[in-house]
């Protein structure tokens, strides 16, 4: 029995071998959970993540959950640059209705070009508001009170995990930083634009592009086997899924295998590929 299970542990590794091969790469995974302080939309609110060298050297945006209220995040825009609407280099959602759910966010050690960043001491930073700032137009008195935090994190060859600052503002709680030089990342084999169908990753969303139009839908396992996410797509060649939402379903390190499939006969499109969602 025993012999038979390592063959077929043997025989799916293998498998998934045909698919991809792993490299290796930098990434720190950031997570806050925040509270109300009463302000004048509670508890819709208004939060972003970045990552900054200390004296405020700006080098990538994480996270921007604020459609149309930015100018909420005083501390973001100064040391952005006052980014402007369609200008954001990192995962992008809606201003959030409250605070119930903790935010996470991955990033690739890399710059808003692409580029990665060298070995030093960075900054993790958090802002939230509860748009008082957005009546300061109307009221040239009002005082701007959000929330602002940040840690200080050492990127080296050595795994580690490191405390935010929670204690000067209590609004923010679990702030924290884990960061591994050497997180394996699944690299298909394939090139996506010639087989069947391909993945896009973009703004926190995964897009999936037919090379045919046909009614086609979409199941998402973590390298498991459990299936976190199923979709449809009736009229178009593409379908957008979010990739944020994937990634907090499974325990794939951010890898997860897509099966696409013909919805009129249920018979698989392509292969079953492996789509790392880390942009």
């Given at each position: ?8 542990n ?20 950031v ?12 508890p ?64 690739d ?8 960043v ?6 993790f ?8 700032y ?6 040239p008195?009002?005082v ?10 050492v ?7 490191v405390?935010g600052?929670t ?31 391909y993945?896009e ?5 995964v ?12 199941d ?17 060649q ?5 990739s ?8 794939s ?14 018979k698989q499109i392509?292969?079953v590929?492996?789509?790392s969602?880390?942009?």
């Open positions: 029995m025993l012999q038979k299970k390592m063959r077929r043997r025989a799916c590794c293998i498998a998934l071998l045909l698919l991809f091969t792993l490299s290796f790469s930098k990434k720190m995974e997570t806050v959970k925040t509270k109300s302080y009463g302000g004048i939309t509670a819709r609110h208004t939060a972003s993540i970045w990552i900054q060298q200390p004296g405020n050297k700006y080098v990538k945006t994480l996270g921007l959950w604020s459609y149309g209220y930015n100018f909420c995040l005083m501390n973001w825009r100064t040391v952005t640059g006052l980014l402007i609407d369609g200008e954001y280099d990192g995962e992008t959602g809606a201003t959030l209705a409250d605070h119930t759910k903790a935010l996470k966010v991955v990033w050690c890399k710059d808003t070009n692409g580029v990665a060298p070995n030093g001491t960075y900054e930073c958090v802002e939230m508001a509860e748009s008082e957005y009546w300061k137009i109307h009221d008195n009002e701007y009170i959000g929330r602002y935090s940040k840690g200080t994190i990127i080296d060859d050595e795994k580690k995990e405390l600052d204690i000067s503002d209590t609004c923010f709680s679990g702030f924290k930083a884990s960061y591994d030089p050497n997180t394996a990342i699944a690299v298909p084999q394939v090139k996506h634009k010639q087989s069947a169908w993945a990753i973009s703004y926190g969303l897009t999936l592009t037919l090379q045919k139009q046909v009614p086609f839908g979409v998402v396992f973590d390298l498991k086997g459990k299936k976190v996410w199923t979709a449809e797509s009736i009229t178009t593409k379908l957008s899924l979010p944020s939402e994937i990634g907090t379903r499974g325990s390190s951010g890898v997860y295998l897509f099966k696409v499939y013909n919805l009129t006969d249920s392509g292969s590929r492996p789509v969602l880390l942009k």
